[in-house]
């Protein structure tokens, strides 16, 4: 989708890059076909949670319209993504479920700085480094699945987290130094790296 792109590379000589500092084992892709119907009721989930993201971030910052309009835009490709996860497990024969707590989610919440500006950059870039890690791992499992739909679907999936995670940086670029923003992501990615690799291996996402 357009809307999800914002070119900041005039305004920024050295604009920021989330590159993840731990990289998911194979173990992990094998554990979720293992298993898969119930990993994707935690895509389910993980889709649903995301487009509240974005809905709240335009609910609590009206007065950045850029923000709002990428929020909005967001929102509705991640239901988009949430309607055909829903239409995979019914398909399979399965039903959705009561959403499990993300403790991989939780703990990086944890992290989140008081104060209004700091609050608002962190919320911004832990935005993207959970859309950079499912980027990560929904392009595990399309590298992984034997069964070509599957396969297609989540490349899918991944490329569009992609898109996210620097749609994401570009949003903290229009509202803070690029120096400024490069340097708490820098400490982001040191904490996701260590939360991320303290998570045992299991069917979900995270």
Not at 84 to 107: C, F, M
Not at 131 to 153: M, N, T, Y
Request: glycine share 4%; aromatic share 8%.
């Amino acid at each position: 989708m357009s809307g999800l792109t914002l070119n900041l590379s005039a305004e920024n000589d050295t604009f920021p890059v989330i590159i993840l500092r731990y990289t998911t084992p194979a173990d992990w892709a094998e554990t979720v076909l293992a298993d898969f119907d119930h990993f994707l009721l935690d895509h389910a989930a993980a889709e649903k949670k995301a487009a509240g993201m974005a809905i709240s971030m335009a609910s609590h910052y009206p007065d950045k319209p850029e923000l709002v309009e990428a929020m909005a835009d967001l929102a509705v490709e991640e239901m988009s993504h949430y309607r055909e996860v829903v239409k995979l497990i019914h398909t399979r024969g399965g039903l959705t479920a009561a959403d499990e707590r993300d403790p991989y989610v939780n703990q990086l919440r944890k992290h989140l700085r008081k104060g209004s500006e700091a609050y608002f950059l962190d919320r911004l870039l832990l935005g993207g480094v959970i859309e950079a890690r499912g980027a990560e791992r929904f392009g595990l499992i399309a590298d992984a699945a034997s069964d070509e739909p599957i396969k297609r679907f989540y490349t899918s999936i991944s490329r569009s987290e992609e898109r996210h995670r620097t749609l994401f940086t570009d949003l903290a670029c229009r509202y803070f130094p690029a120096s400024v923003v490069d340097a708490r992501l820098g400490e982001w990615l040191d904490i996701e790296a260590e939360i991320a690799s303290s998570q045992p291996l299991r069917a979900a996402l995270h």
